[in-house]
């Protein structure tokens, strides 16, 4: 008979701002991944609606954690701190995760040691429509492992494994990174660099399934490509200081690969608002990019000045 116990056990991050319907689903599919001994914490990211946050975490979670200022990455550093295990696994609101999917993390940073962090399959739920423009998804079918060259999908904050260990030793997620935040996205990728950068590799193992609501309209879409830009024109920033030919990497990456040549073929293809909304997360890419420059950064964190 096959033996389902988490090795190592694990705790779960799940922040949330003010979309208790979301969170009642994410939080029901990752109560039936967990095994005994795991923990479920979740991080109420200063929601206006607190007291429905606040019940659906106290029916489903082991802790529930307030941060009183919003922030995506603000609310990731206070869950991981606040919970015991040593393997930590996150997750998004807006996400439904397969019931294997904490055995498969669990499994997969238990045979991987050299992999400071572990990505996995993100796909959409079955019966929604494929979307016009993927959000945070990776669907490739065989595993993969990272370093400091590359520069693919390397997966998502939504669905990812890490250590307290790895975490400690680049003292977290960026709190300038990320929704909320001064920089508006890109906070995994940038967490990924700098855990590429003190030698440790990534890993992406499909195993791990989890399932992405692709909820956001047409004008939204536009809005977060806009978003995603800013951030990953301030991971480019950051790069620049710090790893060169990463920096060049990433960029001819976001300006070319998953910019213009997209925006080409977006446009060729009749989808002229979906190629305009590529060319406006170009733009952003810019605009983060001399913002990032002009942020200072202490210890691989941003330090935005204050009024900045």
Sequence with gaps: MRCFRLVPPVSVVVASRDRPEQLARCLASVRAALRDGDELVVVDSA????????????????????????????????????SRH????FTDDDVV?????????????????????VTGRIDVPPGQPFPRREIALKREQEPQVFDRRSVVNLGHGASMATRREVLD??????????????????????LFDRILATGWTGRYEPSALAFHEQWRDMDEIVQLDFNYGMGNGARIAKLVRSDRHRARLVAANAFW????AIALTQWRNGDRRLAKATIYRVAANAIGLMRGLATPVEAGHYRPRRGG
């Design 47 to 82: 929601s206006v609606r607190r007291d429905e946050v606040a019940a659906v975490a106290h029916r489903y979670a082991d802790r529930l954690v307030r941060a009183e200022r919003p922030g995506v990455n603000r609310a990731r550093n206070l869950g991981w701190r606040a």
């Design 86 to 89: 040593d393997v930590v696994l």
């Design 97 to 117: 995760v397969d019931a294997g999917w904490a055995q498969a993390f669990a499994d997969a940073t238990e045979r991987h040691p050299e992999a400071g962090f």
């Design 169 to 190: 030793r680049v003292d977290g997620w960026d709190e300038a990174m990320g929704a909320g935040g001064h920089f508006r996205s890109a906070p995994e990728v940038d």
């Design 257 to 260: 690969h998953w910019g213009i």
